[in-house]
């Protein structure tokens, strides 16, 4: 079964644009979250979709947004770049059972620049 | 909101000799705890998990963690560290009552193992 890919692996972006981050879950799985990973502040929880619906979001201004398709690929966006939104931004799919919760199985991350 | 400590931000332990990550945890409900690894420019790779059942649980690569209730802990354990076992660790919470995949990672903790 593939794993979770994410696109474009590397952007480099300048201050002021926009960014759309692609994810592909693994085969079956609804659930997709999002997460930022910098060096100062770790990893941080952005958002989580599933069925096509935001379940829970983080603590992060509303620059930061994304949605889920049928297909439950998803997208996430981050709007008028900011030098510190810079970082590893990985996407993490799982098959949620009843409950919710389940194992999260990660991509290999989008590198963002912001210059 | 859930909540992960990881005390040690570096572990150093010799190739043969057993090895302990260390994390504590907060949450309102029941925990569902994971440990995952991160090797360099990778996303992140699923150890291991605790949702109920027996208090120790088996993961990949001959990993293994305790969880103690009384102790809000789950270390990550392995009885004899290789080379190749030096990575980034982190172990990670999600609220059973929260009913999301809203999960909350420590900050990590940088295992080296000296041949």
């Known amino acids: 079964k593939a794993g979770v890919t994410q696109t474009p692996r590397y952007l480099i972006k300048t201050r002021g644009q926009q960014v759309t981050l692609s994810c592909s879950p693994i085969?079956?799985?609804?659930?997709v979250s999002w997460y930022q990973q910098t060096p100062g502040q770790g990893l941080q929880f952005l958002f989580e979709y599933f069925s096509e619906t935001q379940r829970n979001k983080g603590n992060f201004p509303g620059r930061f947004s994304g949605r889920q398709f049928s297909n439950s690929r998803s997208e996430m966006n981050v709007s008028t770049l900011e030098l510190g939104d810079s970082a590893l931004y990985l996407c993490a799919s799982s098959l949620t059972t009843s409950g919710g919760i389940d194992t999260q199985y990660f991509g290999p991350g989008t590198r963002l620049t912001v210059l | 909101a859930q909540s992960v400590a990881q005390p040690e931000d570096q572990v150093n332990v010799a190739e043969g000799n057993p090895l302990t990550v260390k994390c504590t945890y907060s949450?309102?409900?029941?925990?569902?705890l994971f440990w995952y690894v991160q090797y360099p420019n990778r996303g992140l790779q699923f150890l291991l998990k605790?949702?109920?059942?027996?208090?120790l649980v088996k993961g990949s690569y001959g990993f293994e963690a305790e969880f103690n209730k009384s102790q809000t802990s789950f270390h990550l354990k392995k009885p004899s560290a290789l080379v190749s076992d030096s990575a980034l660790y982190f172990c990670?919470?999600?609220?059973?009552?929260?009913?999301?995949?809203?999960?909350?990672f420590g900050a990590g903790t940088r295992l080296t193992v000296k041949p």
């Open positions: 605790y949702i109920t059942g027996d208090n």
């Open positions: 085969s079956g799985h609804r659930s």
């Open positions: 990670a919470v999600s609220d059973a009552l929260a009913g999301n995949n809203d999960m909350r």
């Open positions: 949450v309102s409900g029941n925990p569902y």
